[in-house]
């Protein structure tokens, strides 16, 4: 992945076995059991995804670093490259085969990401590297780029010829302007013989594969829930199980229904209205009455999960990990109740969770685990209170 651009034909076979192996652990699965479609799947916790790598994204990443790494450091293969095209625009020469074709369309993130200290000039491109000031002169300069002769020049080829022989004759009142400004900030410019260098803007002199990869992934609206479903010490599963709930992603029977799966979408626990992921955890005379026997107040919507503040009456460390523990456990229940038959029973619901504490308190640090105890006395009042 670091050497060639995968063929999309490739990428997409691997992620037909990713993603079959995410939603049923086999070789191949079928469309109705991906909960998720694979695009967001791929998108960062941040942005609402799972945070499992985009090949594609992945690959270009790793060949942008390596482009980097051949433009900027003393590298055996950078110094062979340069010696042998010592003088062309490196990724401009169509000559050089459909490797170096696929590498060159790439060189806009590169470029995008990097600030070039030009020194002879040679591996600089003129308009297209951010090597003076804080941006490229093909953005800084629009209308007088669009007359360049030689949009592809290096900084050493166009500082090596007269500026006005640079351009189409009879600039445009616009270019004129801005040709007579470059020609100012230009004048006490000069080359020096050290080699060009090509730094990250973030991080001088490091270009991580990581901060190219999210580079990619800039702009996308962050996801309010993330934190509350991933930045805390419930088990993995659980996790994920949370991140589908607040999707909304979880195979309630509404969600079959709508995929034709099953019958009908009304909830067994207490066939009063459609199970929805909201009505299951929230709204659903069981769940209610569950919440209010642990005396705690919820949201009304699965989405808002974001919103769930600590229960005044248990510490605000790990609250994430409670609530938590607690919809595992309803969720844990509607299969008691769907697969196995069983009554509702909000005392075995709460055993359930008590049990789960107890293993779940293993992920919390020993200074924190006075915490589970906490829960499981709420947990078990809650039977009292009933
Ligand atoms: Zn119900």
């Known amino acids: 992945m670091s050497a060639l651009l995968l063929p999309k034909g490739t990428i997409e076979a691997f992620d037909k076995k990713r993603r079959a192996f995410l939603w049923s652990g086999d070789d191949s699965c079928s469309g109705s059991s991906c909960l998720v479609a694979w695009d967001k799947v791929c998108t ?35 110094r062979w490259i340069w010696q042998e095209h010592s003088g062309s625009a490196l990724f401009c020469d169509n000559q050089l085969g459909p490797h170096w074709d696929s590498l060159s369309t790439l ?20 308009w297209h590297d951010c090597w003076y000031g804080s941006s490229t002169f ?20 166009f500082l090596s010829k007269p500026i006005e022989d640079q351009f189409a004759p009879r600039l445009s009142s616009t270019a004129e302007t801005q040709l007579a400004r470059l020609r100012e900030m230009l004048q006490n410019f000069y080359l020096s013989n050290s080699t060009d260098l090509c730094p ?66 009304g909830c067994i626990v207490c066939n009063c209205a459609d199970e ?34 600590a229960p005044c009456h248990l ?24 697969f196995r038959g069983l009554p ?9 969770c008590i049990e789960d504490a107890t293993l779940w308190a293993e992920h919390l640090s020993r200074e924190d685990r006075p915490v589970v105890t906490n829960w499981k006395s709420l947990l078990s ?6």
């Open 44 to 78: 960062a916790r941040e942005v609402g995804g799972l945070g499992i790598k985009n090949m594609h994204d992945q690959n270009c990443a790793l060949l942008v670093k390596r482009l980097h790494h051949l433009h900027s450091t003393d590298s055996s293969w950078g």
């Open 107 to 126: 060189l806009p993130i590169l470029q995008r990401l990097t600030r070039v200290q030009v020194g002879d000039g040679t591996r600089t491109s003129f």
């Open 138 to 157: 093909k953005d800084r300069f629009a209308p007088l780029f669009s007359h360049a002769l030689n949009r592809e020049a290096t900084v050493a080829v």
């Open 200 to 265: 990250s803007r973030d991080a001088p002199g490091i270009l991580r594969t990581k901060f190219i990869y999210s580079s990619t992934h800039m702009g996308l609206p962050l996801c309010k829930n993330w934190r509350f479903i991933w930045d805390n010490r419930a088990p993995p599963r659980v996790q994920f199980f949370a991140w589908l709930l607040a999707k909304d992603r979880l195979p309630t029977k509404a969600n079959l229904h709508k995929k034709n799966i099953v019958p009908t979408a």
């Open 276 to 309: 929805t992921a909201t009505h299951l955890f929230l709204q659903c005379q069981f769940a209610q009455e569950f919440w209010r026997a642990l005396r705690t107040s919820v949201v009304s919507n699965v989405q808002d999960l974001a919103d769930l503040v």
């Open 315 to 338: 510490p605000v460390k790990h609250f994430q990990v409670f609530f938590l523990l607690c919809f595992w456990g309803l969720w844990n229940h509607r299969h008691d109740v769907v």
């Open 344 to 352: 509702n029973s909000r005392t075995r619901l709460v055993a359930k």
């Open 381 to 386: 009042s809650s039977i009292r209170y009933d």
